[in-house]
């Protein structure tokens, strides 16, 4: 949701000609009593102009209407496997994602197994789990379980439980801050659809190859723009890509088997089966079950766009190799060696079994706990936090 920014007035200087009027003379006694006055006065008025501040805020958050085109402060994210590269760090920062100018209440509910984003449509309105007023509303009306955090609490309640399953990862944790379940991290808006055809694009790419090829596809949607940069500006919608044909689609760059992939996607949303508000509302099993159904978004792929788009804070991810080196290397186990012995099949450094226990301890608060294994290994997720 685009918010304005309160409005300031400030005082202009008295041009009044009885400003310029020589004031009597008085005693130091009288000059003291008269500055404590001032100075009380002057506090009184301070405190007010800071009350008013805050209410004109929170009245901003509440009357102000959604923009047709999400604007964002962050870049999208990227994803440190290389064999499915989900996410790309040069995007531009009116990607997928958009930031309140003004911090959002820290009041609003979220729930470790729902999405805690707050999610644009492709037609610009934006959607939450939990609406105002129905936070104690009973699950069997809702359809989802009763939050149990908000935006200001839940990187707090994370960390401690975090801390209190294993005091180890305390020293990770004060060194490497997460922005990602942070009170200005929840407060991005995320545009679900153009995250996913992001992620197709990226994927096999390196990043500068991926955001070539999503401008030439973006610009396709915007022929009429005169200004170069105005051409990849407007993402499409999914009704506008569903008509176009893959050999159009393809003169972006795009390879046959992601032309296809998109367009597939654009038809999932178009139709109805994929919405901002399926996203919301599904368990964590049924966002698996309806995304991987989708040509060209794996298990991998749906995991990183649940927990780095959507918020879920309980999410897990075995089969990403910077997960198993962080596990192993917390777990005290020598990675060089597990490196050169090579491993069977994909569970390289540590067995998949192995690796859902230990992350079992931590839930409903797994997510901030692979986002530190990523840490405790030294894999670079800035990116992915960006």
């Known amino acids: 949701m685009a918010v304005r920014r309160s409005a300031r007035l400030s005082a202009a200087p008295s041009s009044h000609p009885l400003s310029a009027i020589q004031q009597p003379k008085i005693n130091r006694s009288q000059h003291s009593g008269i500055r404590k006055a001032q100075k009380r006065t002057a506090k009184t008025k301070k405190s007010q102009k800071t009350a008013a501040g805050q209410v004109l805020s929170a009245e901003a958050l509440q009357v102000a209407e959604p923009t047709a085109t999400p604007r964002a402060a962050s870049a999208a994210t990227t994803a440190t496997d290389p064999n499915d590269n989900i996410f790309d760090p040069s995007l531009p920062t009116d990607s997928t994602r958009r930031i309140h100018s003004t911090p959002p209440p820290l009041d609003r509910p979220v729930e470790p197994h ?96 991926a955001k070539s090829i999503r401008d030439k596809f973006v610009a396709l949607f915007n022929s009429n723009e005169t200004d170069v940069v105005a051409r990849t500006k407007r993402f499409p919608a999914p009704e506008e890509i569903v008509q ?81 080196r962080g596990c192993a290397a917390f777990m005290g186990r020598d990675i060089n060696k597990l490196k050169a012995k090579g491993g069977s099949g994909k569970f390289k450094y540590m067995p998949e079994k192995e690796m859902l226990e230990l992350a079992a301890k931590f839930s409903p608060f797994r997510s901030l706990f692979m986002w530190y294994m990523w840490r405790v290994e030294g894999v670079d997720v800035a990116v992915l936090n960006a």
């Open 114 to 209: 729902r999405t805690n984003a707050t999610l644009l449509t492709p037609h610009g309105s934006s959607l939450v789990a939990y609406p105002p007023g129905t936070e104690q509303a009973s699950p069997s009306k809702t359809g989802r379980p009763r939050p149990t955090a908000t935006t200001g609490t839940l990187l707090e309640k994370a960390v401690a439980h975090l801390i209190a399953t294993d005091p180890r990862l305390k020293t990770v944790i004060e060194k490497h801050p997460c922005h990602l379940f942070s009170p200005e991290g929840l407060a991005e808006e995320v545009d679900p659809f153009r995250s996913l055809v992001s992620s197709i694009i990226g994927q096999q790419v390196s990043g500068a190859a």
């Open 244 to 324: 176009y044909d893959i050999a159009t689609l393809r003169t972006a760059g795009l390879s046959q088997r992601k032309a296809e992939y998109i367009q597939g996607l654009a038809q999932k949303f178009a139709a109805g089966e994929l919405s901002a508000g399926m996203l919301l509302n599904a368990s964590d099993q049924e966002l698996v079950e309806k995304l991987t159904a989708v040509r060209g978004l794996g298990l991998w792929s749906v995991e990183m766009f649940a927990c780095f788009a959507l918020k879920r804070i309980d999410v897990f991810s075995t089969g990403d190799l910077g997960v198993q």
